[in-house]
């Protein structure tokens, strides 16, 4: 029995709110019972979202073998909750689809009887709120893939308020709900914006325009297009294979998986370790300042660059990309990065690739050939602070944006936790005393329901016509 409840408000098992309705698993459907071509929907777990229909499967069978397995059909409205994570438990309302639907066995159906003690919006927000999800975990059973019985959901308290308060906390929970989801699509749309303003930034710094007023200011003379293998002091040279069974303990290498967006992804002796002999060590090792271009890689990856930066110690590059070494004298590497990671000089490397199926390479002349724009090295400075300074900038707002989506995260679940709890809406019991009235209690409900549940099982024994308990299949709206 859950304690501390709200004056009017009770507490039940799941599965006692559910009698006289549909409180049940899924369907056991087999591949070989499925047809693409078939005109009833296989409601999957991937559809199942937390308080959202995902819509994301796309399996089908007839309505003949529907019937012959027995299937339970959905309807609109129906509670459908996850017995399996990610996360264990969630919940959400089926919204009907064009065609008749079934459901998987980890997905439980839960379907209210109309004119019960329980509203199905409300048990959707109920089973998705912290305090039902905590008793759900305790539930949890199995190693690889935790799951929870239908017996077990069924056994769960819930706390259980009068119906006109149900529908108070329901449009409550509703409106602030669609506010943060609001909220979160716009911070959705962060992330692009941003990406587009890094690719607007780059754009800008490699057509002249970024550092337009510092040339005015200084006299700087034009900028000139130069080969990049012009600008080298060595290399290209490609880097060491060696099979993946070669790969345990030894030098820290760099794979293509490695970096992305100029800089490594992890740290230095974080890396996988390779082996090698001294002429292998001597011949791909990597120095401040050299550049990894990968040479073979999907067509959207595959000229992506890296600059070595704070390198402690030996590390190795592999096959999969080439190193050059700029001649520092004529171009800053940090420059040279930034030109070969924008719009210009991405259109470039990959000007003469190579394709192949989900695969793309470029080769040591491919390199050579890129032009970069070359101003005095006064200025390639000022571009590089100028976009570290647009880029700090933009880091700036990922955080911020990360932290506000965290945030709005556990404002959802707070939402939930106050409606069920007593704390969002007015009581049924306040509003009956400020307007001195009488109100039915939570366990007044339940109880009028149960004898309207013994009055109908009287009647059916009598003879009389009952209410059906298993629903005829029916084309969902």
Known sequence: MITELPEGWTSSPLAALLRGGVFSDGDWIESKDQDPNGDVRLVQLADIGDGEFRDRSARFLTSAKARELDCTFLERGDVLVARMPEPLGRACLFPGTSKASV??????????????????????????????????????????????????????????????????????????????????????????????????????????????????RNDAAEWTPTPLGQLLAAGPQNGLYKPQSAYGSGIPIVRIDDFHDGHLLRRWHDLRRLSVSAHERSTYSLHNGDMLINRVNSPKFVGKTMLVEDLEGHALFESNMMRITLDHERIVPQFALLALMSPQGRAQLGRNAKHAVNQSSINQTDVRQVELPVPDKREQMEVVSRVRALFSLAEAIDRRVLVATTRTALISQAILSQAFSGELVPTEAELAREGQQTFETAEALLARVARRGTENRGTAARGMPSRPQRRRPATAA
């Open 103 to 216: 459901t998987a066995v980890d997905v439980c159906i839960v379907r209210p009887e109309k004119d019960g003690p329980v509203l199905p919006r409300y048990l959707m927000f109920l089973i998705n709120s912290p305090k039902t999800r905590s008793q759900i975990s305790e539930y949890e059973r199995g190693t690889t893939r935790k799951r929870i019985s239908r017996a077990n959901l069924g056994s769960i308290e819930v706390p259980v308020c009068p119906l006109a308060e149900q529908r108070r906390i329901v449009r409550a929970v509703e409106e602030l709900l669609g506010q943060v989801r609001r909220a979160e699509a716009r911070l959705e749309r962060v992330p692009i914006i941003l990406k587009r303003l890094r690719h607007s930034v780059l754009a800008a710094a490699f057509s002249g325009d970024l550092t337009s007023d510092w040339r005015a």
